[in-house]
Each structure stands twice: as structure tokens, then as C-alpha cells.
């Protein structure tokens, strides 16, 4: 599907639940409890106590802050009832209502919302290889948030009018990071080098616990206009080709909206439920210009953005 450029979030409408296929849906609801951190065996580790000293603080504009994607149009979807079709392809229709067709265009609802997403500019760091050669590690530094509104929706008592719908429950966090270069046509997949986020956290604030995206892997607890639950991680990558000026970082998981297409050949009676249904989940795509050459990598160089494109999309895929 064509990617839509990033803007504020469109309003969105009632949801459902969406299908176990989905690996991003939302977990067991839970009520949580103002200033008690989540516990399960999901629970991402809390951030929420503050050291002495406190935490670094960010100059304005360091952060590039991505808000939920979700909209009208990831709320619901129509589609044929194929498997009922497939039996009964007249299902419920009368020849006294010629547009009454129950099985036909029928609408889903889906339970879906948006993590919030912010990251810092792409950085290097260089560790000391075991072979003695220098090792160069690209990483982001990223913040989530569950909330404190999963989405706005229309406002039944006023016509024309949004109003934000609140969290009341942790979001299910399954994050992949994949930076593909444009220049070389290769995709890396984000990997954890412990040593390195070691190194990355003392540089970027000593204080602020950076989690892997395997310890992020969990739920993400929903935060309120009182207490602000943001979760910090960093994703890694080694061996990216410096032949690499432009490329694109796709963030898998920050939303749990989904849709599904029906194949193009139909459903016969007797074939399994859901044969030859494909599913396509919504992914952040973020665009990075790097005009530098291969003799001295220095960070500097990446900017956000490529030129003639946009700066970031949410897609289907």
C-alpha cells in the first residue's frame, strides 16, 4: 500500500479485537494503579525513579518526536464473508431487498492504537575489537510512551469534534529495528552487542537506563496525564557498508493496527478457514541522508531526511 508522509494523527472510531495472527495486539487488560509499577512476566523493567542528580537534560529539538499513526482508516475495514460464500454464495439476500447482502462488504472493527515514538540522531560509537581492529557500532537512542491517549475519536455529544480516548491498559511491545541501505540494497536487522550499549549509556547519560530491544520485548505500561511512564531503549547495528549514504530505519511494532487481504483466486467450499489470507502490519519508516565518504565516519554527517522524500511514513507491510 502506499505510504502516507507523517502528520498529526487523524481521528479514528470505535475498535474490536483484532485476530491472534497478530504478532503487535494488545495484551490482557489490566486497570493499573496511579504510581505502582507493572508487574508480570511481560512487565518491561519500570524507569520511573528518578537518581540523585537527576536525569540528563536535552536541548529543545534533540528529540524528534513521531506521534501515534493510528487513524479512520486503521479502525476498520470491509470486507466478504468468503468462507460463507464459498458455500452459500446468495447468503441472505432476498429478492424484495436487492441491496440487502449480509456476507457482502461486511465491516470490521479493530482494537487498535499507537505507542508514541522520539529518537535522538543516529550516533557511532567505536569499541576495541578482540582481533585488535576497531569496531564501529550505528545506534539510536529511542523513547516509547503508552499514552496517556491511544487515540482520538469522534465525540458523540459534539458533531465535528475529537476527544482523546485514554489508555486503561499496557500495550504489548514486539520491537524490530532494520536499517537498509539504498546504496549497497542490504537490510540489517538490529542486533544486541551488550558491551556496547554499555558504552553507549555512559556516554549519552550515565543515569538513564538504556534497555536492548530484547529487554523491551514486554508490555509497555500506560502512562497518564499525571505520571509519565516513557520506557528508553537503543537500537544497535555492526557492520553497516560505509559505502551507505542513503537509508531508511523501519521501526516494526509501535502500533498493533493491522489489515488483511483475501486471495486473489477465492475461497472453495471445503478449503481451510483463512486460506490463502495475508496479513500487513503498520511500520514506521524514517529516512537519513549521509553525505560523507568511507576515510573518516563521524556522526555529524547523518541527517534526518532524504532529500526529494519524505522524512517519515507509516506503511503496510
Same mark, same amino acid.
Given at each position: ?60 529539538? =534533540? ?6 499513526? %493510528? ?33 457482502? *462488504? ?5 482494537? %487498535? ?27 539510536? =537512542? ?91 531503549? =537503543?537500537?544497535?547495528?555492526? *557492520? ?42 503498520q511500520v514506521l519508516k524514517l529516512n537519513?541522508?549521509?553525505? *560523507? ?16 522524500? =519524505? ?7
Open positions: 500500500m502506499p505510504a502516507t508522509p507523517g502528520t498529526t494523527p487523524a481521528p479514528t472510531t470505535t475498535p474490536a479485537t483484532p485476530p491472534a495472527a497478530n504478532p503487535f495486539g494488545t495484551s490482557v487488560p489490566a486497570t493499573p494503579i496511579p504510581g505502582a509499577p507493572l508487574v508480570g512476566p511481560q512487565a518491561v523493567p519500570t524507569q520511573d525513579t528518578v537518581p540523585q542528580g537527576g536525569f540528563r537534560v536535552l536541548a529543545p529539538g =534533540v528529540l524528534t518526536m513521531i506521534p501515534s499513526p %493510528v487513524g479512520v482508516d486503521d479502525t476498520r475495514s470491509e470486507h466478504d464473508l468468503i468462507e460463507l460464500l464459498a458455500s452459500a454464495p446468495n447468503y441472505g439476500e432476498r429478492p424484495n431487498s436487492p441491496n440487502r447482502k449480509p456476507a457482502r *462488504g461486511v465491516r470490521f472493527e479493530h482494537d %487498535v492504537w499507537g505507542l508514541e515514538f522520539a529518537f535522538k540522531p543516529i550516533r557511532y560509537i567505536r569499541l576495541p575489537g578482540a582481533d585488535g581492529k576497531e569496531r564501529l557500532v550505528w545506534y539510536m =537512542v529511542f523513547r516509547v510512551k503508552n499514552g496517556p491517549v491511544k487515540r482520538y475519536v469522534h465525540d458523540e455529544t459534539q458533531p465535528n469534534k475529537l476527544r482523546g480516548d485514554l489508555v486503561d491498559k499496557p500495550f504489548l511491545f514486539v520491537p524490530r529495528f532494520e536499517l537498509e541501505s539504498h546504496d549497497v540494497k542490504k537490510l540489517y536487522v538490529d542486533k544486541v552487542i551488550p558491551e556496547a550499549v554499555a558504552a553507549i549509556q555512559k556516554r549519552e547519560d550515565k543515569n538513564r537506563k538504556l534497555l536492548t530491544t530484547a529487554e523491551l520485548t514486554g508490555d509497555i505500561p500506560p502512562s497518564t496525564p499525571e505520571i509519565d511512564r516513557s520506557i528508553w531503549g =537503543v537500537a544497535t547495528w555492526e *557492520g553497516i557498508d560505509l559505502n551507505t549514504d542513503r537509508f531508511t530505519i523501519f521501526v516494526h511494532g509501535l502500533t498493533n493496527a493491522y489489515k488483511w487481504v483475501d486471495a486473489a483466486d477465492g475461497f472453495k467450499a471445503g478449503d481451510p478457514i483463512g486460506k490463502g489470507r495475508s496479513y500487513q502490519y537519513f541522508w549521509r553525505p *560523507g565518504d568511507t576515510k573518516y565516519e563521524h556522526e555529524e554527517e547523518i541527517r534526518f531526511g532524504i532529500p526529494g522524500d =519524505v522524512d517519515y511514513a507509516w506503511f503496510y507491510k
